[in-house]
């Protein structure tokens, strides 16, 4: 039941992350088969992270369907690209909710490791946001997440609430189910009211540097 | 018999990718170590992601003379640079002789390791691509196998003859040797007849993007 | 006795890579939580290579005052800004003080895991050494160590040393001294007299390509 539940969030985590790095690709004009590397390295890129620190064989060389979920995505960015390749918010939309399970997903692998609380909340935050600084590399732009919206504070922020849930006494699910609305509420609340984090620099020469 | 067909086969990818690895370095005017290490990184990048993957140490660790031909490149880049440097063709040659052979080194790693064929090919293609994906990451470029020629897809390509030909029964040099020629043989003609994947992106407005 | 040494030289140059790191994830005005990733990156990421390649947990999994430090960097960074972010040297003695820590770390450790002492000297190297060029790569910069001052050229020069002195008998503390104290001599020295490697690339056309 519970890995079943587990097994869907994840084919959608995936489909949801392989699609917002494949329009990217787009954006850029990478041929097909490029674009399906940036997809599925945005799709599996974190979990593999994951997997290596968790000194554990990469997820998707155990099952064949992370890459037949991530062609499922290339052809559908091929078939609705005009409406995909324009739309900010769909990439918004296809990378909150893909963050919200990957966190989830990559928090309880580690705990079944055996890993404390505090690791399994740093290995959730890879999971959820590695594969996009991957992807970024890739395509050789600075990583979104170091300047743009509240994006691994959303992650902490949603494991502090499974932390505080499983502290409670709730159920695995519950705490699941907590976390990811956490991290969906407060990056759709974060671009609503333009939330930042503040920057780190010195204040006086702004205009100057920028 | 097989195993020091290989061993050739090794030394010579990795002669043939670090020279490709320390002539672009040349390009961008790093010192010598720096050019040295981009050298290495394109020759043992690819095969020490794999073996992190396969749960492995790395090749290079075990062996100390992929250091030395790497050595021995730069000393032949810096001898020859006025030949190497400036001839495109010369990094073309080297490449794909390269990556035919890293292919199938990669694939035979992976089987020995007990993995089915479809993660043997996606081993083998990240034992020949991927360290010169890493060398791009470190010059600071964007990959070049997201936009030029037909170079992961021959890979993939020669994966699938090497797939075929065991399918049929024939032996493993067989098996191997087919898989590099076809890769040799796309890679040529797809240079020669200029082939290119289709890009992704959209096509109305390709002149004010560009 | 000796651990603790070791302890407390791991945790001053954590503090001063985390330092570093973060003074230049202030440069390019990331946010905090940017900056607290890119000096964490800089202060443990030669380390996680270094475990990943040694086939073991990543060190800062089992002790979360890795985490601690850098936090600290970060607060120091914030108070002391005006001098931090605009001097210069600050961060080369920083620098410096870290990688010669971190290769004695990265030495010993691969040592104690039963490896020969090239593969120990390429292991402090990287521990010292590729923080730094992940911290580059996250920035999106082209790696400083290709570029400028001797770098990682101090380290196999320190490793070098290490070697010497056990051939020649003296004890572990002994090695690691000199290790360390060779690193940081050679690294003043090359900025004192401006030592540079030679570069290599093509001689006759510097001005037009540059």
């Keep these: 039941m519970e890995s079943t539940f587990l097994l869907i969030v994840e084919i959608i985590g995936t489909l949801a992350f392989?699609?917002?790095?494949?329009?990217?690709?787009?954006?850029?004009?990478?041929d097909w088969f490029g674009a399906y590397i940036v997809g599925l390295v945005t799709a599996i890129g974190g979990g593999t992270i994951r997997d290596l620190f968790l000194s554990t064989t990469p997820f998707w060389m155990l099952n064949n369907?992370?890459?037949?979920?991530?062609?499922?995505?290339?052809?559908l960015v091929i078939i609705?690209?005009?409406?995909?390749?324009?739309?900010d918010h769909t990439v918004?939309?296809?990378?909150?909710?893909?963050?919200?399970?990957?966190?989830?997903?990559?928090?309880?692998?580690?705990?079944?490791?055996?890993?404390?609380?505090w690791v399994a909340i740093i290995m959730g935050t890879i999971t959820g946001a590695f594969g996009g600084v991957l992807r970024?590399?890739?395509?050789?732009e600075e990583?979104?997440?170091?300047?743009?919206?509240?994006?691994?504070?959303?992650?902490?922020?949603?494991?502090l609430s499974y932390w505080l849930i499983y502290f409670l006494g709730g159920s695995t699910m519950l705490q699941q189910i907590t976390c990811a609305g956490i991290i969906i509420l407060i990056r759709v609340l974060s671009v609503i009211y333009n939330w930042r984090l503040p920057v780190l620099g010195n204040d006086n020469n702004n205009s100057t540097n920028d």
């Design 80 to 87: 609705f690209k005009k409406f995909l390749v324009r739309l």
């Design 143 to 159: 990583p979104l997440i170091f300047r743009k919206e509240v994006y691994a504070t959303a992650c902490i922020a949603g494991g």
């Design 92 to 117: 918004f939309i296809f990378d909150t909710i893909g963050l919200a399970l990957f966190m989830v997903i990559g928090m309880q692998k580690s705990l079944d490791f055996g890993f404390p609380m």
């Design 65 to 75: 369907w992370y890459l037949v979920v991530t062609a499922i995505a290339l052809i």
């Design 136 to 140: 970024d590399i890739l395509i050789n």
């Design 18 to 30: 392989a699609i917002s790095g494949i329009r990217l690709a787009a954006v850029k004009k990478f």
